[in-house]
């Protein structure tokens, strides 16, 4: 059963619906997630936020006490391509980079109304040469984003394999958007348990990102992308949201691509539940799987943080 603090992000998302129509601009959405999302968020405490110019593009560099300073989390903010910053999302990769011991760079790129597809791609691989230009070994990095940030993640590896150069050493997904096509059942089946990813919402999230171009584009709908050599990858999804399905589709084509997968489906969730990090004790589950899961991979030691299998779904 869903704990009463988790409805803050349920709450939320009905707040966005209920107030779509008075959003006069894309800068009154903006300040709307500025004062509304962020504050779901608890704030991680002991973690420095340093502004930081990376390649062209606005970053934070996001440093919990005591971090590795070898080890990165490389992250993309959510949003639909339509909100979110660097700002909004800071307090949850700040929980994040905490709970791995690591240092993280979370970086910004165009929204939709700025510039279309490939912008927000282009500035994403910026972030990502300006990272590798500081010294950082790709053994020591883990490629992180939620919601549209899945898709920048899975296109800076779709082109760092293009150019034969070193990938991450590991992927970080929360509430993935892979599937511009809309193709998952669960746009239907969770239709009324999500108040505000309706597939005809999503749809025009679609439109306003990539215009007319190719829908099934492997660099915007990495369902569609060759996954084989890929990093292992831990998605996970709240089972209440209509995307659920294309994470659930997503593990079993990196699988059938010979990709170390792992799934973990949060009953009574919604879309982006991690955003509650430090308010509701999914969300911080959530992030202590994501740590125990990554540490290994990028060589730290065991945090002696013990964490129990969720079902997959």
């Not at 949850?92 to 791609?121: F, I, T």
């Not at 050493?169 to 089946?189: R, V």
């Not at 992308?225 to 994470?247: H, I």
Request: some cysteine.
């Amino acid at each position: 059963m869903a704990s009463i603090e988790s409805e803050a992000n349920r709450n939320h998302y009905a707040a966005i619906v209920a107030n779509a129509g008075k959003f006069t601009s894309p800068r009154a959405m903006n300040d709307f997630n500025d004062t509304s999302w962020t504050a779901l968020t608890g704030e991680p405490g002991g973690v420095d936020y340093i502004e930081v110019d990376a390649g062209g593009v606005p970053a934070l560099w996001i440093v919990p006490k005591d971090a590795d300073e070898r080890r990165v989390l490389f992250y993309a903010h959510g949003g639909g391509f339509l909100g979110g910053s660097i700002y909004t999302h800071r307090k949850l990769v700040g929980h994040l980079a905490k709970a791995v011991g690591c240092r993280a760079l979370s970086y910004d790129y165009p929204l939709a109304h700025q510039a279309k597809h490939p912008a927000q791609l282009e500035a994403a691989m910026a972030a990502w040469n300006w990272l590798i230009d500081q010294g950082f070994d790709t053994k020591h990095i883990a490629i992180a984003g939620d919601s549209c940030g899945a898709v920048l993640t899975y296109g800076v590896l779709q082109r760092l394999r293009a150019q034969k150069r070193p990938l991450p050493a590991a992927t970080l997904i929360i509430s993935g958007w892979f599937d511009m096509a809309l193709t998952g059942a669960s746009y239907e089946t969770n239709r009324e348990k999500d108040p505000a990813f309706a597939r005809e919402s999503v749809d025009w999230l679609v439109t306003n990102f990539i215009g007319e171009r190719d829908r099934l584009d492997p660099e915007v709908s990495a369902l569609y992308a060759d996954l084989s050599g890929f990093p292992p990858v831990f998605l996970q999804a709240g089972a209440d949201e209509t995307l659920v399905d294309e994470s659930r589709m997503f593990a079993e084509r990196a699988g059938q691509a010979g990709v170390e997968t792992r799934l973990d489906v949060f009953d009574g969730m919604l879309h982006s539940f991690q955003m509650m990090a430090g308010r509701a004790p999914e969300a911080d589950d959530a992030v202590r799987r994501f740590a125990a899961w990554v540490r290994p991979k990028l060589g730290l030691p065991d945090a002696g943080d013990h964490v129990a299998d969720n079902k997959a779904a």
